[in-house]
C-alpha cells in the first residue's frame, strides 16, 4: 500500500518510482488522505487500485514547462496548443463574419472572399507570429512525455480505462482542476471509497501529510500496520456482521497514530469471552 500525498513535480521521477514499486512487487495500491496531484496522479497509474476518500484530489497530467522569461512559475504544456486552437477558431469565424457582410451589401462571392481573407490575416497575423515553433515542439515532446510513460505503466496495472491517459492529459481546462473520486472513476477502472482500517489510517494521516508537503524536502516512511479484528462478541452492535475478509466480526480499530489497536480474535473452540493466548 502506497499512501501519497504530493502537490506534482518531475514526471520523471515519478515514473521511476512508480517503475520501482512495480518491479519490487506483483502488485501495489494507493491510498490518497488528501491531495496528488500532476505527477503523483502518475505514479497512481502503476497501482492496481486507488483507495481515494472524499476529500481526495488527483490532477491531470498537462506537463508543466519552466517559463523562459521567468524565475520562477511554469506553463502548462497545453496552454500554446490552446492558443493555436483559440487562433484557428478565431480565423474562420473572422472569415465568415467579413464574407457574409460583404456579400450582404452586394459584392461578389470572388471579391468579397478575397477581401475577407486580407482583412483575416490583417488582424491575426501580428498574433500568431508571436508563435515559436520551436516552443511549440518543445511542448509537443513534453506532452508526449506524460502519454509514454502512463500507457508504459498501465501496461502492468492495467487501471486506465480506454482514453484514460489521453483524458488525463488533454482532457482538462487547467492544470489545477480538481478530479475527485467520482470523476477518477471515469478514467480508472477501480477506484473505491476506503473503509474500515484504510478510512481510519486515511482519516490519521491527512493532517500528516499536509504538513509535508509545504517542506521544501520529501518525506519518506517505510512502516507496517498490523490489523486483528477482534471477535463479534467485543465489536459494537453497528459494526456487528460480515467483515472485510468474509469472517464474522466488526472492522479493526486503529489508533491516531496509524497502528492497529484492537483485541485479538478468540481462538475456535473456546467459549465466548475468551481470549487468545
Known sequence: MLVLATPGGDPHAGFRIARALQHAYDTFEALVPRYCKSAGTLVLIGASRIYLDDMSELGPL?????????LVGRNSGLDIFQAVNYLQGQAM???ISYLTELTRNGLSTKVASEISTRLT????????AQLDPMKLAEMQRATEIAFAYGNRLNEKSHNLREGGIAKLVSGYPSHGFVIDRKEAK???TDVRRPHGVLSQLSEALRAETMA?????TPKVTLGTLQVIFEGEENAPASDA???PEGNQGGEPEVDGSGEAN???PTPAG????AEAA
Request: hydrophobic share 30%.
Open 212 to 216: 509535508d508537503m509545504s517542506g521544501n
Open 62 to 70: 498537462d506537463v508543466q514547462v519552466k517559463k523562459s522569461d521567468e
Open 262 to 264: 484492537p483485541a485479538p
Open 186 to 188: 471515469s478514467i480508472f
Open 93 to 95: 469565424n473572422a472569415f
Open 241 to 243: 456482521g460480515t467483515g
Open 270 to 273: 473456546d467459549p465466548p469471552g
Open 121 to 128: 490575416i490583417g488582424v491575426l497575423d501580428p498574433i500568431s
